[in-house]
């Protein structure tokens, strides 16, 4: 008895010291994360769960893990688990605990970023549209109503978690959370109330006692009790406010986010792989990639306004899951170089040393080791830097890393990695597009623009977010009596409209009037056309069709949307202007539109017989169309392509794959200049796609198909031409290695052969991927006949970039001489 008393309280004390072993899994000092009693350096990078799909998961956080990250990264979306108060969803696409058990499968870390503010270019900044609904509310301050609903939704997330076992204090994934997001942009908006509230986060979230460090991202005067991060596209001068916080960087913005009428953002592999060296350079310890796979913004989850649906943002995974080459494995090669001195870089002694002309050697030394960074921040020029009695050169912003402080393992600026050129291929399941056959329907709206009949009424113009953020769509419906005496009555007359930066279409008397829209950043716009109207009665309907609510800026939330009028009849009678305000007649309001209200994007054989299959309309407003497709053979991502359609939104198989808009186009402002790597990157630098549709192709996952027959629904709210839309696949379709003298050219075709070596030589080599020249030296052996030995025929090859395997090259002593091959994948 007395021996199991015994054994039964050993148990207990083991227990205990086992629970109190990983209540500290998860420190920090002002050097570095500690993990499981070690420094650490944590490259991570950022997955949104909702822009892909549960299948798609763990391919793409294998080849996170594979492409040497040791974490993931992701937001949390309120208003998407949240859509209704206290009505939750976690399912399909939307299951958290599922995708932080993915990452824990691969044996990665995991870093949940809570906010739950998420901005993310995301509808509303993540918020519920409910929450600004609330009488009393004041979001992103210290309000009672805003923070017990914020409270109440971070709690949820950390019970769901904890119950789950999900922190690292537990022995789950998660070794770091953020509470709030760059409210230190924005703080000054909000006053002193601004800082009660930053402080109670702080608080709030530590009363969670989730067991591992709380982050606050861009603010610099956040609480002891959190770290604060950076944000940017180059973080190496950043300083956390305080001593004991390790130097975190929490987005490395791997590109930039597309809106409708932008060109399409390119960041080289040069700089990004720049950025991340010289912040490790400078005793930086966690560095998160955002995006790492941007994604989809599926459904109507795009904010802005004025988001596109594809979030690809550039990023090292390419929104269909593909890899992004060169960037994911020049980035890769860089991983693994830092990840070799990993124990100097944390525990090391720091000394940096400025040669001037933005030339720097740093070094660290611990326990008779030492690892090497040398740098050149120079924008223009390349140097020769000497080290220990030798030379090494530099390029022109670039680090090289020397693990040895020896032997250069890896430059920024040259890339031994291949670039892979995306191609599209017709769907070989069917001949298209003659091989779909369109139905159609109009949209019903005689009850809207004739009658003017709603489901709710007001005495003034209401905010289109009252309507909770149901749909899109919102019909604003008077209507006016005119009689001939009254002043307003005449040959000239006009209805304006003072609208918001999203779309309107007007009717008046049942007759279409015009539409009118903004671009991205404006928010309001003047609509003004001529009209003729009637003696007696007439009835104004407006159509108002968001495009993505407003989702950055101090007091963004208040930002209006729809029309927020005044909306007015304008008499022009010589100098004389007469003005007939409607504002605060009775208006009439309709939320979303018949064919969404009745699910035509769902499949429903009863209602079949009201779709027509012949005289199929083109450029008619307000139209639906479907039509069934087989899937695309093979496993390549599946694009949807809509050129020739205006604005709307398209679903497959009742899924939804986000609002298309291929009409607008982008600016034709494009530099013909070849882009370069060198000096500070923004987000317009090295853009491409002017003069072209904003997006042409939709991304519809694997997941959404059917084996056998599939549907199509389009709703055009614009007018378009359905008879050129057709289903593509996406594949590597050519790739051209590179790889400077004493590295490896590497080549893979992603599980396709290489089929044909258009292009082989080793030595000075000019021109880009597809254009390549010979310059004015090279190899004496034969390389393009070696090249095809060794690579024709096979998925993958390697040949050494040497003179041993290739032949002399007499090349000057300035020439970095370097394999180029051009291969065609079958």
Avoid at 78 to 84: D, G, I, S, V
Avoid at 365 to 371: A, D, L, P, Y
Avoid at 733 to 740: I, K, L, P, R
């Amino acid at each position: 008895m007395i021996s199991s008393k015994r054994h039964f309280l050993f148990l207990v004390f083991s227990l205990l010291c086992f629970i109190s072993s990983y209540a500290d899994i998860v420190s920090h000092d002002g050097r570095a994360l500690t993990i499981n009693g070690k420094r650490r350096i944590i490259l991570s990078g950022s997955i949104h769960y909702p822009r892909s799909t549960v299948e798609m998961w763990p391919d793409l956080i294998k080849k996170s893990k594979e492409g040497g990250l040791d974490a993931i990264e992701t937001y949390v979306f309120w208003n998407a688990h949240e859509p209704l108060r206290r009505q939750y969803d976690f399912s399909g696409n939307l299951d958290l605990v599922r995708f932080i058990k993915t990452v824990q499968n691969e044996g990665l870390y995991a870093v949940l970023r809570i906010g739950p503010y998420v901005c993310a270019e995301w509808n509303y900044g993540g918020f519920p549209v409910w929450l600004h609904n609330l009488p009393g509310v004041e979001l992103r301050t210290s309000n009672t109503v805003y923070m017990n609903e914020m409270q109440n939704f971070t709690t949820l997330i950390v019970d769901m978690l904890k119950k789950e076992n999900l922190f690292a204090s537990q022995g789950g994934p998660i070794i770091l959370a953020q509470i709030e997001n760059e409210y230190g942009n924005v703080i000054s908006t909000y006053g002193d109330a601004g800082k009660a509230y930053m402080n109670w986060c702080a608080s709030m979230a530590n009363s969670l006692d989730i067991g591992v460090p709380w982050i606050m991202c861009q603010q610099d005067d956040a609480p002891p009790s959190v770290i604060n991060t950076c944000n940017g596209f180059y973080c190496d001068q950043f300083t956390p406010n305080n001593p004991n916080s390790p130097k975190m960087w929490t987005e490395n913005w791997t590109g930039w986010f597309k809106n409708w009428g932008s060109k399409h953002p390119f960041r080289t592999a040069e700089d990004l792989a720049f950025s991340v060296a010289r912040f490790f350079q400078n005793m930086g310890t966690f560095q998160n990639y955002y995006m790492y796979h941007g994604g989809t913004n599926f459904g109507r989850t795009a904010g802005g306004p004025y988001i596109t649906t594809s979030y690809d943002y550039n990023a090292p995974l390419n929104e269909y899951g593909d890899l992004n080459q060169p960037k994911y494995g020049h980035l890769k090669k860089l991983h693994d170089a830092l990840h070799s001195i990993e124990k100097v870089l944390t525990y090391g002694d720091y000394n940096n040393t400025d040669l001037g002309s933005y030339n720097y050697i740093t070094e660290f030394k611990h326990n008779g080791v030492s690892s090497c960074f040398l740098g050149n921040a120079n924008s223009s020029s390349d140097a020769t830097i000497n080290y220990n009695g030798v030379d090494y050169h530099v390029p022109a912003w670039s680090v090289s890393i020397l693990p040895d402080c020896k032997t250069e393992v890896y430059n920024t600026a040259k890339v031994n990695t291949q670039t892979s050129v995306m191609v599209k291929k017709a769907n070989d399941a069917e001949v298209e597009p003659t091989g779909l056959n369109w139905k159609w329907r109009p949209e019903i709206i005689d009850e809207p623009v004739v009658l003017g009949k709603g489901q709710l009424s007001s005495g003034q113009l209401v905010d289109q977010k009252a309507i909770n953020d149901v749909s899109d769509y919102l019909w604003y419906m008077t209507s006016v009596n005119l009689d001939k005496k009254d002043p307003i009555v005449g040959d000239t007359m006009t209805l304006r409209v003072n609208a918001t930066g999203h779309i309107m279409h007007a009717y008046v008397n049942g007759e279409y009037l015009a539409s009118q829209w903004a671009t991205y950043g404006v928010f309001n716009y003047v609509f003004e056309k001529d009209v003729k109207f009637k003696h007696g009665k007439n009835q104004i309907s407006i159509l108002s069709a968001t495009v993505g609510l407003q989702n950055y800026g101090g007091e963004y939330d208040s930002v209006r949307a729809g029309l927020p009028g005044p909306i007015e009849i304008i008499r022009k009678k010589g100098d004389e202007t007469i003005i007939k305000d409607l504002s605060s007649h009775k208006w009439s309001y309709k939320i979303g539109l018949k064919g969404l209200d009745d699910k035509l994007f769902k499949a429903d054989l009863k209602s079949d017989s009201q779709w027509k299959s012949t005289d199929l309309p083109v450029n008619r407003m307000l139209t639906w169309y479907k039509t069934t497709f087989k899937p695309p053979i093979g496993e390549d991502a599946i694009v949807l392509d809509l050129q020739g359609l205006g604005k709307g939104l398209a679903w497959v198989n009742g899924n939804s794959l986000g609002r298309y808009w291929p009409s607008y186009m982008t600016e034709d402002t494009c530099s013909n200049d070849p882009c370069d790597y060198r000096g500070g990157y923004w987000s317009w630098k090295c853009a491409t796609n002017c003069g072209k549709p904003s997006q042409r192709w939709y991304h519809v996952p694997r997941s959404f198909i059917n084996e056998g027959d599939n549907e199509l629904v389009l709703f055009e709210e614009f007018g378009g031409d359905p008879s050129l839309v057709n289903f593509q696949t996406v594949r590597v379709g050519s790739v051209c290695g590179n790889a400077y003298e004493g590295n490896d050219m590497e080549l893979s075709c992603q599980g396709r052969a290489i089929s044909e070596i258009k292009f082989a030589s080793f030595g000075e080599v000019g021109g880009a991927c597809g254009s390549f020249e010979k310059g004015s030296c090279e190899a004496s052996k034969d390389v393009l006949s070696i090249v095809q030995k060794e690579c024709v025929g096979k998925q993958s090859c390697s040949v050494p970039a040497s003179e041993d395997r290739l032949g002399s090259a007499s090349c000057d002593a300035g020439v970095s001489k370097r394999l180029v091959v051009e291969a065609v994948c079958n």
